[in-house]
């Protein structure tokens, strides 16, 4: 077997499918896989349309697709991104478990062919677009449908939030990683091509000041924060507008082979790009600092990386706020995730009851007969739109006030308790997303890749909960054999 990382275009034509010795060989071995592996790898393998819908999306854009040299097939891509989530490792670590594992080798569908590198992976997953990772989870729980595993008579949901990868928010770190990170963008430039426009370097600057505010005690603070303040603006002002001089003059140039001239137009589109995002923040600043004004949440931008995230309040003592996007979760009676939704601010749980019911039955052309929430989901009109809809049971407790003796009698009956069980069952299902697929913080850059990252996840808790379904079937029919 090869070791050696190996850079493969994902984008060239299919490998040829001859069986190599060294493949004849681990099959003469009887290499097995683990039966979870084995049933989700035989799943995947009965549903086709996923590895299509995967491979549409690596030749999207492509003038000639099947020209080129042999690179990752899509079955190859699906089956290394799920066990990526599944195991919960970074790019670094699949590629080395893939490389050193004969069974992760049969999973993966590399067999003995060499292993790209991490990179190679990297940019096979960033092709896969948000909207096939959606499709492939409603076919992977309609299939489960098929296959009798679920009935869709239930469904339970909730909220969390997934945080994406950036710091702690402060104007003045916003400040001093907008000047620090142009600064380095256009020295980067610089090193390309010759530019007559001077560009001084202020990081040293920017970065004292922004200490300096950091350190400030109460006392301090009330004396000379404004004046810092001023400073670091008038910096970072400055910055800003000598960065888009000089990257105007690169665009201009005449003269560059064609591939420098790429490499160009793409470091002057990222400064102009950190360029938005630090006026954005300029302007944050002087609103809240100088003239002492609250800035809406909405206006607010909290990573000049990530300008995509949202602050969310969710009232929890240890984490009063969390930045990233509040993500909406529906789960069925057998354990699968029906529905999940990136949502845009922090909208209030109950808008969501509605668009549940009627994803539910948009995917099992039925309602479910139990729908459970926590009282975050309740209003009146929510609970008259799951009597609309038919369900039969809907347990959401009332949120605060007095409630009417019908409401209080209801709540009380068994039926509604054991419903409020069930949906307890989601906070288990949230924690393993958290704890064993790597769902708390997205280290993806881009709100596209963000929703990739969660739907993934979902998937691949997905695939391993049908497998356990499956495996407790067979478990069975087996005692009943004998």
């Known amino acids: 077997m090869a070791h050696g990382c190996v850079t493969v275009c994902f984008m060239g034509r299919q490998p040829n499918p001859q069986v190599t010795f060294a493949e004849a060989e681990l099959r003469a071995q009887g290499i097995v896989l683990d039966s979870t592996l084995k049933i989700i790898s035989d799943f995947i393998d009965a549903e086709r349309d996923l590895v299509d819908r995967v491979h549409q999306d690596l030749v999207r854009g492509l003038k000639r697709p099947t020209a080129g040299r042999n690179g990752m097939t899509a079955s190859r891509v699906l089956r290394s991104f799920i066990l990526r989530r599944i195991k919960n490792w970074d790019l670094r670590e699949l590629r080395e478990r893939i490389a050193d ?92 091509v010759s530019l007559r426009s001077p560009f001084p370097d202020r990081t040293r600057r920017a970065r004292r000041r922004s200490h300096e505010i950091s350190r400030m005690t109460r006392t301090e603070r009330s004396r000379q924060q404004k004046a810092k303040y001023k400073d670091l603006l008038r910096i970072t002002q400055d910055v800003i507008e000598k960065a888009r001089v000089v990257s105007a003059e690169a665009q201009a140039m005449k003269g560059l082979d064609f591939l420098e001239a790429i490499i160009v137009d793409t470091l002057c589109r990222e400064i102009l790009n950190f360029c938005g995002h630090g006026e954005g923040v300029l302007s944050q600043t002087r609103r809240r600092v100088l003239h002492e004004e609250k800035v809406p949440v909405e206006d607010k931008i909290f990573s000049i990386f990530e300008p995509h995230t949202d602050l969310i309040v969710r009232g929890k003592t240890d984490k009063p706020v969390e930045f990233g996007h509040k993500v909406f979760l529906a789960e069925s009676g057998a354990g699968l995730l029906s529905e999940y939704r990136v949502l845009k601010g922090n909208p209030s749980d109950e808008h969501h009851v509605e668009p549940s019911l009627g994803h539910h039955r948009e995917l099992f052309d039925k309602s479910p007969r139990l729908y459970a929430g926590d009282r975050g989901f309740y209003s009146p009109d929510n609970v008259a739109r799951c009597e609309a809809e038919g369900v039969k049971l809907e347990c959401i407790p009332v949120r605060g006030g007095a409630r009417t003796p019908e409401r209080e009698e209801y709540q009380k009956s068994p039926a509604f308790k054991k419903g409020q069980r069930f949906r307890a069952g989601i906070e288990g299902t949230i924690s393993v997303l958290f704890r064993g697929r790597g769902m708390k913080r997205c280290t993806s850059e881009g709100l596209a890749r963000f929703e990739v990252f969660v739907g993934v996840a979902v998937l691949a808790n997905n695939l391993m909960r049908i497998a356990a379904l499956l495996n407790k079937r067979s478990s069975r029919r087996k005692r009943k054999a004998a």
């Open 101 to 192: 594992g004969c069974t992760l080798r049969i999973f993966t569908d590399f067999g003995a062919s060499p292993i790209p590198c991490h990179q190679t992976f990297n940019r096979s997953f960033n092709r896969v677009t948000p909207e096939t990772i959606r499709a492939i989870n409603d076919a992977v729980v309609q299939a489960a449908v098929k296959l009798r595993l679920e009935d869709a008579n239930k469904l339970r949901v909730d909220t969390t939030v997934v945080e994406t990868d950036i710091h702690f928010p402060t104007d003045s770190t916003l400040l001093w990683d907008t000047v620090r990170v142009i600064t380095r963008l256009v020295h980067r430039l610089q090193e390309r």
